[in-house]
């Protein structure tokens, strides 16, 4: 089969877990020539994920890493396992597994790289320019982060609802409703490996009024995480993400878009209609 390619646009692969409703957004997109990027694969950890079919629907490969499988296998002597990673070094690199029991934690981790490497294998036969994480429930080793984050390059990119450094982890929108925020926030960021911690490339905010419950407040950021996403992967397409290092060494970054702030003001005046 010939494949066509369109001149400057990415090539972005997805990981899902669940809904996709942020693929769904991609997707619509890309079809209606608004996303500089061509989803050229979609991949799950779980079989059921409905982001599975929602690609299937727009012609898009999809592919399944069965994690689940991969962690319930009994791996008795994790360091004599065949792996393409120092597992020692490794578990010195990974930042947010954590046991008292150091034998515990190179079994889990040695599994997390066979289900990686599987991972791996498969979206690099896609050759994506970036991984793009939507809603994948998954950790990210430094094995794989490391395969992606290479020569100054950063390839993986997440969405978070939450405005980190506020509220990392798997439950955003509960906790920031739950701390009685009146704000909630929207971040793009490229991962590292801390969890949520890697460079910011955009952030925005939706209000939090007195009467919302948690769904509201769940659909309001929502519907800003699906202008953000396509708008940041439409940046990073016209070479407008510029990383730099900010006074305390972290990596940052800086978007050179000319319309940068009135996309900025468009996001929030949305989300205070
Ligand atoms: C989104 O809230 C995203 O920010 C988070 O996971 C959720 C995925 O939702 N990382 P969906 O599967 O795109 O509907």
């Known amino acids: ?25 991609l997707l619509d997109r890309s079809a209606a020539g608004d996303l500089a990027a061509e989803i050229v694969a979609v991949v799950s950890d779980r079989p059921e994920a409905y982001g599975r079919v929602r690609a299937e629907r727009a012609g898009v490969p999809t592919h399944v890493v069965d994690y689940r499988a991969y962690l319930q296998r009994e ?57 793009c994480l939507a809603g994948f429930m998954r950790l990210l080793s430094p094995y794989f982060l490391g395969h992606y984050n290479r020569g100054g390059q950063w390839r993986v990119v997440n969405i978070h609802p939450a405005l980190l ?58 519907s800003l995480e699906y202008e953000m996403y396509a708008q940041c992967i439409n940046w990073l397409a016209a070479g407008q993400v510029e990383l730099c290092s900010s006074p305390n060494l972290r990596v940052d970054t800086r978007i050179t878009d000319p319309d940068y702030q009135i996309i900025m003001r468009s996001w929030i005046d949305k989300a205070l209609a």
């Open 165 to 222: 450094p506020a509220f990392p982890g798997a439950h955003g929108y509960e906790d920031t409703f739950c701390y009685g925020c009146k704000w909630g926030g929207i971040t793009i960021h490229f991962a590292d490996e801390g969890e949520d911690t890697g460079p910011i490339v955009a952030q925005a905010v939706y209000p939090i009024w007195p009467d919302d419950d948690m769904e509201k407040v769940r659909q309001r950021g929502l």
């Open 1 to 25: 089969m010939i494949q066509h390619q369109s001149p400057n646009k990415l090539r972005i692969a997805v990981l899902v877990s669940g809904s996709g409703t942020n693929l769904q957004v």
């Open 75 to 131: 791996v008795e002597k994790p360091l004599e396992l065949k792996l393409p990673v120092n597992l020692e070094e490794l578990a010195r690199r990974q930042k947010i597994l954590k046991s008292s029991d150091p034998e515990k934690l190179l079994q889990r981790l040695a599994k997390l790289v066979l289900a990686e490497d599987e991972l791996i294998g498969i979206l690099d036969s896609y050759r994506p320019d970036y991984v």
